[in-house]
């Protein structure tokens, strides 16, 4: 396993608690706060992966929540709630798909522009 996927599984591990800690804090009821939050906190993730990755695109950003999904994968699997997962997480699950692959483009430019730049 090389660098980048060490670097991209700690993320998405980050990402989990950071999203974990958000829900507890937010009020997590509200479908449309936890989709912000989530979307904020995965675009994060993939900007601060792309600083550390400028040549990253956006596949790698399909790493970053990968974790998640074995944790929906997990609940579903022991819960047995498909339509609760339908109705309040889908949305949260394609935020979290959607938001770190922009956050790794756009990081990855702004960060390749920067050291162009600079070497200048």
């Not at 700690?10 to 937010?26: E, H, N, Q, T």
């Not at 997990?74 to 889908?90: C, E, K, L, N, Y």
């Amino acid at each position: 396993m090389n660098n980048t996927t060490v670097v991209a599984l700690l993320v998405g591990f980050g990402a989990i608690c950071v999203y974990a800690l958000a829900g507890s804090v937010l009020d997590s009821r509200n479908v449309y706060v936890s989709v912000g939050a989530t979307g904020a906190i995965y675009f994060a993730a993939g900007i601060f992966f792309a600083w550390f990755r400028p040549t990253a695109n956006w596949l790698w950003g399909l790493l970053i929540p990968a974790p998640i999904f074995g944790v929906f994968l997990f609940s579903m699997a022991f819960t047995g709630i498909f339509t609760r997962f339908w109705d309040s997480d889908v949305p949260i699950v394609l935020t979290a798909i959607v938001t770190p692959c922009i956050g790794v483009i756009l990081g990855g430019k702004v960060t390749r522009n920067f050291a162009s730049s600079s070497m200048t």
